[in-house]
Nanobody, 122 residues
Framework: VQLQASGGGSVQAGGSLRLSCAASGRTLAGYEMGWFRQAPGKEREFVAASWWTGTSTSYADSVKGRFTISRDNAKNTVYLQMNGLKAEDTAVYFC????????????????WGKGTLVTVSS
């Protein structure tokens, strides 16, 4: 599976962005998909995850209520809608895929995509 994230950019605090992660090579059906981020000088951290049915999602406490993960299996694409952005959301965002439910949140990922940069100015 090849994953390609896009949609990053610069936005002012309080603004919104929607990231997309398009997969190629095989269908995302059966995979748990997720988003991680890495801020300058910090370790990569979990942001959100969604089982392939979309019925099981999880979020980092820091983004709950502001970010929403969704997926369109027909388009082989996962999205991260980010609202109410804060300066501390500035990071490179990565999408990831795992064949097992509940593993993305622990970082047990089978596939990583290249990141997309999100910059939030205060």
């Amino acid at each position: 599976v090849q994953l390609q994230a896009s949609g990053g950019g610069s936005v002012q605090a309080g603004g919104s962005l929607r990231l997309s992660c398009a997969a190629s090579g095989r269908t995302l059906a059966g995979y748990e998909m997720g988003w991680f981020r890495q801020a300058p000088g910090k370790e990569r951290e979990f942001v959100a995850a969604s089982w392939w049915t979309g019925t099981s999602t999880s979020y980092a406490d820091s983004v709950k209520g502001r970010f929403t993960i969704s997926r369109d299996n027909a388009k082989n694409t996962v999205y991260l809608q980010m609202n109410g952005l804060k300066a501390e959301d500035t990071a490179v965002y990565f999408c990831a895929a795992s064949a097992f439910l509940g593993t993305v949140v622990t970082g047990q990922v089978d596939y990583w995509g290249k990141g997309t940069l999100v910059t939030v100015s205060s």
